[in-house]
T-cell receptor
Framework: NAGVTQTPKFQVLKTGQSMTLQCAQDMNHEYMSWYRQDPGMGLRLIHYSVGAGITDQGEVPNGYNVSRSTTEDFPLRLLSAAPSQTSVYFC??????????FGPGTRLTVL | GENVEQHPSTLSVQEGDSAVIKCTYSDSASNYFPWYKQELGKRPQLIIDIRSNVGEKKDQRIAVTLNKTAKHFSLHITETQPEDSAVYFCAASRNYQLIWGAGTKLIIKP
């Protein structure tokens, strides 16, 4: 099993650009989530999904969209990038909301 | 919504001594409390977790205690070793939403 994979590893955007961060898992986990991690802070939940076709907002959803068309994939879309979205983004999955398995992260810089 | 506070932000201990990190949560409905370890530049990894129907759980040198009445839980690491150096995060969960503390940087002095 590859576990949780994320692409790209690094990304630089200009203000106003849009992009999609990819996340996939091959463990047949129902639950998937997106977090952002800023220096000196814990992880903050952006969006999460409890199954295909079901998504919900976390603590900091503004400026981000998600969809869950399959169990395996959970992409995160930045609609119009802003410098405040510079961060490290982690995707995670779990079987039933318990132990979350994290991807390697995407380091995003918005200029 | 849930709020999780974690203390201290930095903890320096002598190798071989014990380390204790404390967290408090605000939502009495939270029922799952994991602890994650994150090494520099890497992803968080679960080290131990506890559910609200249990007061204490131990796994070798690591233990977690939970006081539901006071809404706080703690991580205890005994006989610390250099490889324990990392940032440790607590979290509280209700209905699949994990809310995280700000993290504790644990430094093990030789």
């Amino acid at each position: 099993n590859a576990g949780v994979t994320q692409t790209p590893k690094f990304q630089v955007l200009k203000t106003g650009q849009s992009m999609t961060l990819q996340c996939a898992q091959d463990m047949n986990h129902e639950y998937m989530s997106w977090y952002r991690q800023d220096p000196g802070m814990g992880l903050r939940l952006i969006h999460y999904s409890v199954g295909a076709g079901i998504t919900d907002q976390g603590e900091v959803p503004n400026g981000y969209n998600v969809s869950r068309s399959t169990t395996e994939d959970f992409p995160l879309r930045l609609l119009s990038a802003a410098p405040s979205q510079t961060s490290v983004y982690f995707c995670a999955s779990s079987k039933g909301g318990d132990e979350q398995f994290f991807g390697p992260g995407t380091r995003l810089t918005v200029l | 919504g849930e709020n999780v506070e974690q203390h201290p932000s930095t903890l320096s201990v002598q190798e071989g001594d014990s380390a204790v990190i404390k967290c408090t949560y605000s939502d009495s409905a939270s029922n799952y409390f994991p602890w994650y370890k994150q090494e520099l530049g890497k992803r968080p990894q679960l080290i131990i977790d506890i559910r609200s129907n249990v007061g204490e759980k131990k796994d070798q040198r690591i233990a977690v205690t939970l006081n539901k009445t006071a809404k706080h839980f703690s991580l205890h690491i005994t006989e610390t070793q250099p490889e324990d150096s990392a940032v440790y995060f607590c979290a509280a969960s209700r209905n699949y939403q994990l809310i995280w503390g700000a993290g504790t940087k644990l430094i093990i002095k030789p």
